[in-house]
């Protein structure tokens, strides 16, 4: 882990043992945790991607060193002030050319702390025995929480998901009464969408967003989003942003704001207003030579009807009963009721 030099991952200075005790020497990073500022007040739509597209890019560096954190969480994001060495681990940095000062304008600096899970993907030793399951639980891949030996990158990327729509909706998307229910949550439900979820919060979530945190959260890692770069994009796109990632790191967040909310008005605008008739707007104007509106549709209703009657009744065969049948079937039941009371009285005599 002393490898990742990167501005946005805690640096490792150095380690070593004293005393027979091994120890880290880190950076010191001031300032609170992501945890923290999300109990404070809710992530924005640019802060959300802005935090998104920082991490992404520190991830991926890592996931290039073949170096799997798998314990991605809010706790474990530190969002450090704007103050100490940042410019010289900046230079030192790898893998990536060094950001203009726009960049490091944010309110806060993230970075990812605590690798001490961290798995190397292309290393055949591995300290822990088959089965056992590290991690925290609300923030864990499926096939992390079956305790998999064949974890790759892609469990970064469901966690890194988890932890935006905890942003964006206040809640984690997998919930449970303890560490069990949780895992079980993870491996057998699906998520409620976070527009859905965030539909009466301060800062709404684009509805196009919940595709990208589906693919995200995908249970099969087959079919999950590939890379943290493309999830970046994906969300960015989703709340209105043009480009990739890379790019919006070198925009203002001022500017990313501005053009997020101008993709939100544009969609609200979009939206279809559903058209009621006003039942005491006045009749619409007549044509001049059609016949009024009640006349039509008599006209065609007898049209209708004639057609119908013509196709029925065969030729030669009369289309109404004879005037005289009635009377002969009343004459015709009340002779046959009569000779049965008649034929009652004489048995009784």
């Known amino acids: 882990v002393a490898k990742l030099l990167h501005s946005n991952i805690v640096q490792i200075y150095e380690t070593g043992e004293h005393d027979g005790c091994p120890y880290l020497s880190l950076e010191f990073v001031e300032g609170g945790s992501l945890e923290d500022q999300m109990r404070a007040s809710p992530t924005t739509p640019s802060g959300a991607a802005d935090l998104v597209e920082t991490l992404a890019r520190a991830m991926d560096f890592a996931h290039q060193q073949g170096i799997v954190h798998r314990d991605l969480k809010p706790a474990n994001i530190l969002l450090a002030n704007h103050s100490g060495n940042h410019t010289m681990i900046r230079r030192k940095e790898t893998g990536s050319s060094p950001l203009p000062s726009q960049h490091w304008s944010r309110t806060a600096l993230p970075k990812i702390a605590d690798f001490g899970l961290a798995k190397q993907v292309d290393s055949d030793s591995s300290n822990t025995q088959s089965g056992t399951i590290l991690g925290t639980p609300c923030y864990m891949a499926p096939e992390q929480a079956q305790g998999l030996e064949t974890l790759d990158p892609r469990a970064d990327i469901f966690a890194l998901a988890a932890v935006t729509y905890e942003c964006m909706t206040g809640q984690v998307p997998f919930v449970g009464t303890n560490g069990p229910s949780i895992l079980l949550a993870i491996l057998t439900k699906d998520p409620v969408p ?37 999830f970046a994009d994906a969300l960015g796109h989703a709340y209105g942003l043009v480009g990739d990632h890379r790019q919006w790191a070198r925009t203002p967040q001022q500017e990313l704001a501005a053009v997020i909310a101008k993709a939100t008005a544009e969609r609200a605008a979009r939206v279809p207003i559903a058209v009621v008739a006003d039942p005491f707007a006045a009749p619409a104007p007549a044509i001049a030579g059609a016949p009024a509106p009640y006349e039509a549709i008599r006209g065609m209703d007898e049209a209708f009807g004639a057609t119908r009657e013509a196709d029925l009744v065969p030729q030669g065969v009369p289309s109404a009963k004879p005037q005289w049948l009635l009377p002969v079937i009343v004459g015709l039941l009340a002779l046959v009721l009569g000779g049965a009371i008649t034929l009652v009285v004489m048995m009784a005599r």
């Open 194 to 230: 976070p527009s859905v979820k965030a539909a009466n919060a301060k800062y709404p979530v684009a509805p196009a967003a919940d595709e990208v945190i589906e693919s995200a959260l995908a249970k099969n890692p087959a079919i999950r989003t590939p890379t943290v770069g493309a």
